[in-house]
């Protein structure tokens, strides 16, 4: 079992810039394969961006690919994700998921991970 608890988000204008943290607590941090999810109002929660175990593979949604970047320190059981190029329809509940590195489902899947933090608010406003 695992905890994850996220934090960094705000409020930031179009083309600003935040860091979302996810701090996690349990069984060791680095048999998990990490990402970051989001969820708009009314909409349904999508995958944003993952890394394996080691931080050495990424993955990112085609809609952050170049302005997002995430990353692990397995030192501090953390996961990260740097906002760059902030737009309005960044805007939304973001998560941290985890789900174990032996585990081969769609990295992209939201059902595919099997613990998940409370979320952290971003709002970008234009």
């Known amino acids: 079992q695992v905890q994850l608890v996220e934090s960094g988000g705000g409020s930031v204008q179009a083309g600003g810039s935040l860091r979302l943290s996810c701090a996690a607590s349990?069984?060791?941090?680095?048999?998990?394969?990490m990402g970051w999810f989001r969820q708009a109002p009314g909409k349904e929660r999508e995958f944003v961006a993952a890394?394996?175990?080691?931080?050495?593979?990424?993955y990112y949604a085609d809609s952050v690919k170049g302005r997002f970047t995430i990353s692990r320190d397995n030192a501090k059981n953390t996961v990260y994700l740097q906002m760059n190029s902030l737009k309005p329809e960044d805007a939304a509940v973001y998560y941290c998921?985890?789900?174990?590195?032996?585990?081969?489902?769609?990295?992209?899947?939201?059902?595919?991970?099997?613990?998940w933090g409370q979320g952290t608010q971003v709002t970008v406003s234009s």
């Open positions: 998921a985890a789900r174990s590195r032996y585990y081969s489902g769609s990295i992209g899947n939201a059902e595919e991970y099997h613990y």
């Open positions: 349990g069984r060791t941090f680095s048999s998990y394969t």
């Open positions: 890394l394996n175990w080691s931080g050495v593979s990424t």
